[in-house]
């Protein structure tokens, strides 16, 4: 019978610690360049010209329909190269928590995009014709009226993809980048207790994942009350 020994976790909680920091980093980052690059896709979606909204349309049905951990792939052989010709850097520089920045802002951004184009359209059309009829160009009408409604509106959705992005962080070890559950999974194959760390991994997972969605629900009624 297996006998559990978590003798290691307090040992390596510096180490783990500097995992999680990378996850929360790739997390943050890509949340924030997600919703940016992710609102000017839905309103190109939205936008009259053609050639805007298929290209919108394009880029979302491109990363919806490719695997994660493919798209991480890509962007782990390509952007070190275009580093290194952009910026200088020598062959071989490590870039792979640039690289993987990269692949989860431009992947999440087509979901991101999806929430705020849903958003947008929940807003009353009335509320854009009372913004037009008061004289408001088109990115009047949406920077002061149309966007603070949505964003209001699809809050909890936009908390909730954060939520996955987190978790799906895990899956930079396709980089052997040592985010949280890579610098679990290093220290339990180091010391032979793989187990107990990615139990210990897990647990911390759904510590941090379940309060944060104990937080957007309620969030969520606070709004609708």
Request: proline residues 4%; positive net charge.
């Amino acid at each position: 019978m297996y006998e559990f020994d978590w003798s290691s976790i307090p040992g390596a909680l510096p180490f783990l610690w500097r995992g999680m920091c990378i996850s929360l980093e790739i997390t943050l980052t890509a949340i924030g360049v997600g919703i940016l690059w992710g609102t000017l896709l839905a309103l190109m979606r939205l936008s009259k010209l053609r050639v805007l909204g298929w290209f919108a349309a394009g880029y979302v049905n491109l990363f919806r329909s490719v695997p994660l951990v493919m798209v991480l792939l890509w962007f782990f052989l390509i952007v070190p190269q275009l580093l290194e010709k952009l910026l200088g850097l020598p062959p071989g520089s490590d870039a792979r928590l640039s690289s993987a920045i990269v692949g989860f802002a431009l992947f999440e951004s087509a979901y991101y995009s999806e929430i705020i184009r849903a958003g947008i359209q929940s807003v009353p059309k009335g509320q854009a014709s009372a913004a037009y009829a008061l004289g408001m160009t088109y990115g009047q009408a949406m920077q002061l009226v149309i966007l603070p409604q949505a964003f209001r509106n699809m809050v909890p959705l936009l908390l909730t993809q954060a939520i996955i992005l987190f978790q799906d962080t895990s899956l930079v070890y396709v980089s052997a980048l040592a985010d949280f559950f890579g610098a679990a999974y290093k220290v339990g194959d180091r010391d032979g207790r793989l187990v107990e760390l990615l139990l210990f991994a897990g647990a911390v997972y759904f510590v941090i994942c379940y309060s944060a969605s104990l937080l957007v629900k309620r969030f969520q009624k606070g709004t609708s009350a």
